[in-house]
Nanobody, 122 residues
Framework: QVQLVESGGGLVQAGGSLRLSCAAS????????MGWYRQAPGKQRELVAI???????RYADSVKGRFTISRDSAKNTVYLEMNSLNPEDTAVYYC????????????????WGQGTLVTVSS
């Protein structure tokens, strides 16, 4: 079973930086895209950033110019570098992976991490 393990969340002051990491492991799989989503209290989960296996990236307008997504395909790991954080960035950040995995047959992979809390104080 493919698992995503996130790390790097925590408490930071406004204007500060954090780096999130997410590593995929377990079984035989092929990842097409990995991304970060976030969910603030009382709000729906929203896309933060996505990176494809080819290196294409997409960002939410609210984080463009402040956040950078990158990946190490050899390690099946995705990173989110977050700069100039503000209190509106406070949320639980979830890692996502889309692709294919092999069990008895090849099937579609839609995996989520357990989430890591990012709190930005003013």
């Amino acid at each position: 079973q493919v698992q995503l393990v996130e790390s790097g969340g925590g408490l930071v002051q406004a204007g500060g930086s954090l780096r999130l990491s997410c590593a995929a492991s377990g079984g035989i799989f092929s990842i097409n895209a990995m991304g970060w989503y976030r969910q603030a209290p009382g709000k729906q989960r929203e896309l933060v950033a996505i990176i494809t296996s080819g290196g294409s990236t997409r960002y939410a307008d609210s984080v463009k110019g402040r956040f950078t997504i990158s990946r190490d395909s050899a390690k099946n790991t995705v990173y989110l570098e977050m700069n100039s954080l503000n209190p509106e960035d406070t949320a639980v950040y979830y890692c996502n992976a889309e692709g294919r995995y092999f069990s008895v047959n090849w099937d579609n992979l839609h995996a989520w991490g357990q989430g890591t809390l990012v709190t930005v104080s003013s």
